[in-house]
C-alpha cells in the first residue's frame, strides 16, 4: 500500500516520507506526524490505516536534517536518542518547512488533516495554528502544548489525553480546556503513548475510541 518518496521544503531541503494511498479514489489528504521514534514501522502502519480508511496519507520523516531515515524502537535507549533529537537538534523553524511541504504533497488529494502523537501531538497543534492549508487537526498527547496556548488554530481542533500520563499532568489538559474552549479535549483512562501497539502502554479501547473520533473529524471537515 505504501511508498517511501522524497518531498521537497521552502527552503530546498529534500527530505523522505512514507506515502500510503488508497485503492480508490483519496477522500482527502492526511499528514501523519511521528513520535520521537522516527518514522518507523508503527507510524507506517497508522499511514496505512489512514489510507485504508480511504485517505491519501504522508508521514514525513521530520528528523531528516539531523540524522536521515532515523526508525527508532521504544527502549530506553532510543526514547534517550529520540528525545536528543527532538529537543537538542531539531530546529522548529525548519521542521515546520517540512511539514508544509508534506501538507502541500498531500494537498494534490484535496483538502488535508494532520494528525500526530507524542512530540508530532505538539506539532501537530502548531500546524494547526501557524501552518497554510490545514482544515482539520487530531492532536494525541502532545507534550508541551499547554506552553503553547497563546496562538490561535485556523482549523477545528481535537486533542486526545490520557488521565494515567506521567509526562502531561491533568492540570496542563485543564489549562488547555480553559484557555482554548473552542478545542475539543478527549480524555481517556490511559497513559501517554496508548495509541502505539509497540509500547506497554498501549490501551486497544481508548485507541479505537480516539481513532474513530479522528476520523469523524476528517469526515466533517475534509
Same mark, same amino acid.
Given at each position: 500500500m505504501g511508498e517511501h518518496v522524497q518531498l521537497r521544503a521552502s527552503?530546498? +531541503?529534500?527530505?523522505?516520507?512514507?506515502?500510503? &494511498? !488508497?485503492?480508490?479514489? !483519496?477522500k482527502a489528504g492526511v499528514v501523519v506526524i511521528q513520535e520521537i521514534f522516527g518514522v518507523n514501522d508503527h507510524i507506517r502502519a497508522v499511514t496505512d490505516g489512514y489510507a485504508a480508511a480511504g485517505y491519501a496519507a504522508v508521514a514525513p520523516q521530520i528528523f531528516d536534517r539531523v540524522e536521515r531515515n532515523v526508525e527508532l524502537g521504544y527502549?530506553?535507549?532510543?526514547?534517550? &536518542?529520540?528525545?536528543? =533529537?527532538? &529537543?537538542? @537538534?531539531? @530546529?522548529?523553524?525548519?521542521?515546520?518547512?517540512?511539514?508544509?511541504?508534506? =501538507? $502541500? $504533497?498531500?494537498?494534490? +488529494?484535496?483538502?488535508?488533516? *494532520? *494528525?500526530?502523537?507524542?512530540?508530532?501531538?505538539?506539532?501537530?497543534?502548531?500546524?494547526?495554528?501557524?501552518? @497554510?492549508?490545514?482544515?482539520?487537526?487530531?492532536?494525541?498527547?502532545?507534550?508541551?502544548?499547554?506552553?503553547?496556548?497563546?496562538?490561535?488554530?485556523?482549523?477545528?481542533? =481535537?486533542?486526545?489525553?490520557?488521565?494515567r500520563d506521567a509526562h502531561i499532568p491533568m492540570s496542563d489538559v485543564e489549562k488547555v480546556k480553559a484557555v482554548q474552549p473552542a478545542v475539543t479535549v478527549h480524555v481517556y483512562a490511559a497513559d501517554h503513548g496508548f495509541n502505539c501497539d509497540h509500547r506497554d502502554s498501549f490501551d486497544a479501547s481508548a485507541a479505537e475510541l480516539a481513532r474513530k473520533r479522528t476520523l469523524e473529524l476528517f469526515e466533517r471537515t475534509l
Amino acid at each position: 500500500m505504501g511508498e517511501h518518496v522524497q518531498l521537497r521544503a521552502s527552503d530546498g +531541503f529534500t527530505l523522505g516520507a512514507y506515502r500510503a &494511498r !488508497p485503492a480508490g479514489q !483519496p477522500k482527502a489528504g492526511v499528514v501523519v506526524i511521528q513520535e520521537i521514534f522516527g518514522v518507523n514501522d508503527h507510524i507506517r502502519a497508522v499511514t496505512d490505516g489512514y489510507a485504508a480508511a480511504g485517505y491519501a496519507a504522508v508521514a514525513p520523516q521530520i528528523f531528516d536534517r539531523v540524522e536521515r531515515n532515523v526508525e527508532l524502537g521504544y527502549g530506553p535507549d532510543d526514547m534517550a &536518542r529520540g528525545v536528543s =533529537i527532538a &529537543r537538542g @537538534k531539531l @530546529k522548529l523553524d525548519a521542521t515546520m518547512l517540512d511539514l508544509q511541504a508534506a =501538507i $502541500d $504533497d498531500a494537498a494534490r +488529494f484535496g483538502k488535508v488533516g *494532520v *494528525v500526530g502523537y507524542c512530540f508530532g501531538g505538539l506539532l501537530t497543534w502548531l500546524a494547526a495554528c501557524e501552518l @497554510k492549508g490545514v482544515a482539520a487537526a487530531s492532536a494525541y498527547y502532545g507534550g508541551g502544548i499547554a506552553a503553547q496556548l497563546g496562538r490561535q488554530p485556523s482549523c477545528p481542533v =481535537i486533542m486526545h489525553f490520557g488521565e494515567r500520563d506521567a509526562h502531561i499532568p491533568m492540570s496542563d489538559v485543564e489549562k488547555v480546556k480553559a484557555v482554548q474552549p473552542a478545542v475539543t479535549v478527549h480524555v481517556y483512562a490511559a497513559d501517554h503513548g496508548f495509541n502505539c501497539d509497540h509500547r506497554d502502554s498501549f490501551d486497544a479501547s481508548a485507541a479505537e475510541l480516539a481513532r474513530k473520533r479522528t476520523l469523524e473529524l476528517f469526515e466533517r471537515t475534509l
